[in-house]
C-alpha cells in the first residue's frame, strides 16, 4: 500500500518536473498534464516558490478571461560532486542546471577504509571552505567504481580501495548535515548520458565503459536498471576465455583481462620482448599510444586492439539480447580509433544478436568522455525529479521559517 509520504513524494515531483523541463508552463497547464486537482497543484506550487525552487515569470498572452502566471524552475542552488577514482579525487561544484563552478583534481593516495573516509572528508572540507558563494547547497554525491548499495549509500566492494560494506553515505551525511547520495560511476554516467548527453532522445540505452575497468550502465524506460540495495552491470566479469589470464575478482578469461586499458597495456609490453614482432611500441609508452599505433596497422598493436574490440563485441550482444536498447555509448580511450571501432562492433552484433535488435541500434561514443564529476550531477538531477530531495529541500525550508 502506498502510504500518504510517498504519495506526496510522487505529486511534488510530478509537479516540479513539468516546471523543470516544460517551464514557462502555467498551473493550469500543469493540472491539465499531470491530472491532479488544481487545490493540490496551488497546494505544491507554493511549497516550491516558498523553497525559491521555483519563481513566477512575466504573465502569458490572454486567451480570454484571467491570464495565466508562468513558473519556471530556479537553478540557483548548488551541490558539490566528487568522483573517487583510481589514485585520484575529482570534486566539483555545480548549480541544478549543470553548470560547473569550481573544480578541483588531487592525488589520492588512501587505499584502506578509515584512511580513505579521512581524507575524502577533509577534501570535501577543503573545497567548502573555498566555495565563494552564499548561494545554498543542498547535497552531496559521490561516485565510485564497485558495487554500490545507492538507497542506504552502503559501499559492497571496490577493486581498488579497502572499502566492505562501508556506510560510507551515512559518513558524509553525519560530517557535513546535508543530503548524500552515492553510486557507481558507470551506472550515474549513463544517467549523465541520458539527461545531458547523447541519449537523452530515447528511452532505452546502456553506456560502456572501459578504463581501468569493464563495466556497464543500463538505461530502460528513463530509469538506470538496479536495485536498491545491491548493484549490477558488471560486464567486465563476463567469461569469454576459459583459457584465458586470471582476473582481479578470482575468475578466468574475463572481459576485463582482454579489454581494459591495462590488461592491453600489459599484453603489449609482453609481446615487445618478441622479435616475430615489428612495432614502434615503447616499453613506457601507455594506452592512447597503443590505439593509435593500431589505427596505422602495427604488427603488434592492431591483432591486439581487434582481439580487444572483438571481446567487448562479444559482450555488447549479450547486452543487446537481453535489454534490446535503441543505443550503445561507448566511453574510454578506445573511442579513439573513431570508425575502426564502431565498424568492428557493428560486425560483431551482427553474427551475435536477434536480427529485430540490432535493425535500429545505434553505437556512439559517449557524450562526456573526460568529465569525471558529472555522473554526480546525475544522481542529483535523478533526486530532484524523482521527488526524493524535493521533500528534503521543502521540508527544511518550512521547520526553518516555522
Not at 120 to 127: F, N, S, T, V
Not at 306 to 326: K, M, S, T
Not at 367 to 378: K, L, R, S
Not at 379 to 392: D, H, S, V
Request: net charge negative.
Amino acid at each position: 500500500m502506498i502510504s500518504p509520504w510517498q504519495i506526496k513524494r510522487m505529486n511534488i515531483a510530478v509537479v516540479y518536473r513539468l516546471i523543470d523541463q516544460c517551464g514557462p508552463i502555467s498551473r493550469i497547464d500543469i493540472a491539465k498534464i499531470s491530472q491532479l486537482a488544481p487545490a493540490s497543484i496551488t497546494k505544491i506550487t507554493r511549497q516550491l516558490l516558498d523553497a525559491d525552487l521555483i519563481h513566477e515569470t512575466a504573465q502569458q498572452q490572454s486567451t480570454g478571461g484571467r491570464r495565466a502566471i508562468s513558473l519556471m524552475s530556479n537553478d540557483h542552488f548548488q551541490f558539490l560532486s566528487i568522483r573517487l577514482g583510481r589514485g585520484c579525487l575529482d570534486l566539483a561544484i555545480y548549480d541544478l542546471a549543470g553548470h560547473q563552478y569550481d573544480y578541483q583534481s588531487q592525488p589520492f593516495i588512501a587505499i584502506h577504509e578509515d584512511d580513505v573516509v579521512k581524507e575524502l572528508i577533509r577534501a570535501i572540507e577543503e573545497m567548502l571552505r573555498h566555495r565563494g558563494t552564499d548561494l545554498p547547497l543542498i547535497a552531496i554525491a559521490i561516485t565510485l567504481s564497485g558495487l554500490v548499495a545507492t538507497e542506504t549509500g552502503i559501499i559492497r566492494y571496490t577493486p581498488h580501495f579497502g572499502l566492505r560494506d562501508c556506510p560510507l553515505g551515512s559518513l558524509i551525511h553525519q560530517r557535513f548535515h546535508l543530503p548524500t547520495y552515492i553510486g557507481n560511476n558507470t551506472r550515474a554516467m549513463a544517467l549523465a548520458e541520458h539527461y545531458l548527453g547523447n541519449a537523452q532522445d530515447i528511452e532505452d540505452s546502456v553506456l560502456v565503459s572501459v578504463h581501468h575497468g569493464t563495466s556497464a550502465g543500463i538505461i530502460v524506460a528513463n530509469e538506470v536498471f538496479t536495485y536498491p540495495d545491491r548493484d549490477l552491470g558488471e560486464i567486465g566479469h563476463i567469461q569469454l576465455d576459459p583459457l584465458g589470464e586470471t582476473c582481479q575478482c578470482g575468475n578466468i578469461g574475463c572481459l576485463e583481462t582482454i579489454c581494459s586499458n591495462p590488461s592491453i597495456l600489459k599484453r603489449a609490453r609482453q609481446l615487445l620482448g618478441n622479435s616475430e614482432y615489428h612495432s614502434d611500441l615503447c616499453m613506457d609508452d601507455e594506452i592512447e599510444r597503443v590505439y593509435q599505433l593500431a589505427t596505422k596497422g602495427d604488427a603488434l598493436c592492431q591483432p591486439l586492439v581487434e582481439r580487444a574490440i572483438d571481446a567487448l563485441g562479444q559482450a555488447i550482444a549479450i547486452i543487446v539480447n537481453l535489454f534490446n536498447p535503441q543505443k550503445i555509448l561507448i566511453a574510454g580511450e578506445i573511442v579513439s580509433l573513431g570508425d575502426r571501432l564502431f565498424e568492428r562492433l557493428y560486425k560483431s552484433l551482427r553474427h551475435q544478436t536477434l536480427t529485430s535488435f540490432r535493425k535500429q541500434l545505434k553505437i556512439d561514443k559517449a557524450y562526456f568522455q573526460n568529465t569525471p564529476t558529472i555522473g554526480g550531477a546525475a544522481l542529483i538531477k535523478r533526486a530532484m525529479l524523482n521527488g526524493e530531495l524535493l521533500i528534503k529541500i521543502t521540508n527544511t525550508k518550512s521547520s526553518q521559517t516555522d
